[in-house]
């Protein structure tokens, strides 16, 4: 490569693909799926509906949360008389409460479970930033048949599912009737607003999204966070612009709760974080421009060096000083 303006944050994104094959990186890039207390081996063999929706896709803070929630096919009328919705028509205290009795209510347990993959902003990232194209669609696909997967090794009897579309429904829809034949599949627009059972889903991935950034704890050190905290996630929202650019860092760009693919987070980077350099370039006469390794020199001699970054140690990184 041989441009001069070439960011740093490119530099990071090369990084971060090179250190996804690494099985010692303790950057969060695992998903797990979480189950709540009924799930496994639920209903005990009666005919089950499964639905399937996602919070936090829009965000550039934060994980994007996918849900499945599951309940026997005759307590559809027990489903309802519970509250769901969209979780969007809800307001956080009624999402909140639903969700307790989702986890709490004994009753409730038998009439509907569920089970979450929690995505990283960092796992988010390092997929859409690989050198074979990942889509935020793929990620999202995967994320729902892992669930769906689950529900059927923990033995729930699944003969319905209904998803909230992700990209064309047609094409979906067909994707998953090919991996699971002989179940009943619907894939719509608005299914959170159609079916209860996804209703409930959006509830469990909206509440466990909201939380997760609300108590967000940051494994990097000295992050810059506006007195009115970093708000919504939102690329919209006026907290978390700030936040963006108060926490930016000149060599490494945003810490882990920065979906650092999205574009509101590279156009900062671009514009704020120290230029890359190729030697490549300076041996063929080309202009540079400010040199990174120039901003690692101290200014003068009472200038204290920064401390040593949590990107080298999640990678076990040492400096050497001969080879």
């Not at 769901?84 to 639903?98: F, H, P, T, Y």
């Amino acid at each position: 490569m041989h441009s001069t303006n070439f960011s740093i944050f490119y530099v990071h994104c090369y990084f971060v693909n090179l250190f996804l094959k690494q099985s010692n990186c303790r950057m969060s890039l695992k998903c797990e799926t979480e189950r709540s207390k009924t799930w496994q081996d639920f209903a005990d063999g009666v005919p089950c509906v499964l639905g399937i929706d996602e919070a936090g896709r829009g965000p550039v803070l934060g994980p994007m949360v996918y849900a499945a929630a599951i309940s026997p096919l005759d307590q559809n009328t027990e489903l309802k008389n519970l509250g769901v919705d969209d979780s969007k028509a809800l307001n956080e205290a009624k999402r909140e409460e639903i969700f307790d009795k989702m986890n709490n209510d004994e009753e409730i347990q038998q009439v509907v479970a569920y089970a979450i993959r929690s995505l990283s902003p960092e796992l988010i990232s390092a997929s859409m930033l690989k050198r074979h194209k990942y889509s935020l669609n793929e990620v999202s696909h995967d994320a729902a048949i892992a669930l769906i997967k689950d529900a059927f090794a923990c033995n729930v009897n699944v003969v319905e599912i209904k998803v909230d579309t992700v990209g064309p429904k047609a094409t979906y829809q067909a994707k998953l009737e090919k991996l699971f034949p002989g179940i009943s599949i619907c894939v719509t627009e608005k299914a959170d607003s159609l079916f209860p059972i996804v209703s409930a889903a959006s509830i469990a991935a909206k509440v466990t999204r909201d939380t997760r950034l609300r108590n967000w704890q940051f494994k990097e050190k000295g992050i810059r966070i506006p007195e009115n905290g970093y708000g919504s996630g939102y690329p919209g929202d006026p907290n978390t612009k700030k936040f963006l650019q108060l926490s930016v860092d000149p060599i490494f760009g945003f810490c882990s709760l920065v979906r650092a693919s999205w574009k509101t987070a590279s156009a900062i980077v671009e514009k704020r974080s120290v230029p890359g350099y190729w030697e490549d370039d300076e041996d063929e006469g080309k202009p540079q421009s400010k040199k990174m390794s120039g901003w690692l020199q101290p200014k003068d001699a009472t200038e204290v060096p920064p401390k040593k970054h949590v990107y080298f140690k999640e990678r076990h990184m040492k400096n050497i000083t001969t080879f």
